[in-house]
């Protein structure tokens, strides 16, 4: 990357800011100040952002505009869809799996405890892949309005759900499908035509738009209240003044990251070969989790190195270097502590568990300097 002499290779849990879309977001920070709920041209000017940027998401995606509610984020988005189904769409009975985001499984997990839901969590198989036969199955459990939880892509392994398969099987059974599509809307062209899902999540961030802010897409068939209380925002279903410079990038960002997904994907993808290629070559005692290229994210690579190679301040080591990855969680010294999704699809394993996550930025370059540093330490 050309801003900065260190090498970021975490672009999973997010990505630097694209110029052009911090140059979009300037003139609502600077001239277009005002509150979009005001009546005068200060505010008439900032509610025509907003609701530009709605109908210029929509039709990226695939919905009608009021099928978009603009919030601070994936983990908001997440969790007002969730305790929605429970509390208004009256979902006793969600599935999911234990390698979804904490956002998710938390939120599950509270509804188990304080709202007696029924919690169903789908095996898993050694490459952490769901069973959808078994997803049917559940499906078919008497007296229970269900919510499938599930990842379009999981976070650390990369692996791509079959969402048009589980789209189908939901709508047979008459449930609802929340889809965490964090980590694919921005780096596939999904259109969400034909009431594929209930819910979707997007998080800008994740592809070189801002932070904090993000966007909930509810199928229009779902009707709610607000999850957040305090106003009439977003046609009643978010109170709060709404981040007006962070949905106008949100909107840019995307558009850009669609209009080249050609063109970034065929880069990123030729990067995560060249990476796997030289990772496996230089390093046969590394284990690679997830699905790797069938089915799987193209823009990431999440590899174990054994306990008796010293790993465990691998992501420090590296640091010292100004190289960055990821591990799959990590405490404040920078070793490993361990993965929620390692674990549960290789509970014996001992190791230590690592991602590299790639932009349209990197290089082949870095990913020689990669190499090169990771030879000192392992």
Request: with cysteine; hydrophobic share 35%; proline share 3%.
């Amino acid at each position: 990357m050309n801003t900065t002499s260190r090498i970021y290779l975490d672009n999973a849990a997010t990505t630097p800011l694209d110029p052009e879309v911090l140059d979009a977001m300037l003139p609502y920070l600077k001239d277009h100040f005002g509150n979009p709920s005001s009546i005068y041209s200060y505010g008439r000017e900032a509610k025509m952002g907003i609701e530009k940027a709605r109908k210029q998401v929509a039709q990226l995606v695939g919905c009608t505009p009021n099928e978009i509610v603009f919030t601070s984020g994936g983990t908001e988005s997440i969790n007002t869809a969730i305790y929605t189904s429970v509390n208004y769409l009256n979902c006793n009975h969600i599935i999911t799996t234990k390698i979804e985001h904490h956002a998710t499984l938390h939120s599950v997990q509270y509804c188990e405890q304080k709202e007696h839901i029924k919690v169903s969590y789908l095996h898993l198989n050694e490459l952490g892949q769901i069973n959808y036969d078994e997803l049917e199955t559940l499906l078919k459990l008497p007296n229970t309005k269900t919510l499938v939880c599930l990842m379009h892509a999981n976070n650390e392994i990369g692996n791509l759900l079959k969402i048009k398969k589980v789209s189908e099987l939901v709508q047979a059974y008459n449930a609802y499908f929340l889809c965490d599509t964090v980590q694919t809307i921005g780096h596939y062209p999904i259109q969400f035509t034909d009431h594929l899902v209930d819910f979707a999540i997007c998080a800008p961030h994740k592809f070189h738009g801002p932070k904090g802010v993000g966007f909930l897409l509810v199928n229009n068939r779902v009707n709610f209240p607000a999850f957040i209380q305090g106003g009439a925002q977003e046609r009643n279903h978010r109170g709060g003044t709404e981040n007006v410079y962070g949905i106008v990038g949100l909107a840019k960002a995307l558009e850009k990251a669609l209009n080249n997904y050609e063109s970034y994907s065929a880069h990123v993808l030729e990067l995560k070969t060249y990476c796997y290629q030289e990772l496996k070559q230089n390093f046969e005692f590394l284990h690679f989790n997830g699905t790797l290229f069938e089915n799987n994210l193209y823009t990431l690579l999440n590899f174990s190195v054994p306990d008796e190679h010293k790993a465990e301040l691998l992501i420090y080591n590296l640091d010292m270097n100004q190289i960055c990855i990821s591990s799959g969680s990590a405490c404040s010294s920078g070793s490993s502590i361990g993965s929620h999704v390692i674990a549960e699809i290789k509970p014996s394993y001992k190791g230590h568990h690592f991602r590299i996550s790639f932009s349209h930025l990197n290089t082949k370059s870095e990913i020689d300097s990669l190499i090169t540093t990771l030879k000192k330490f392992i």
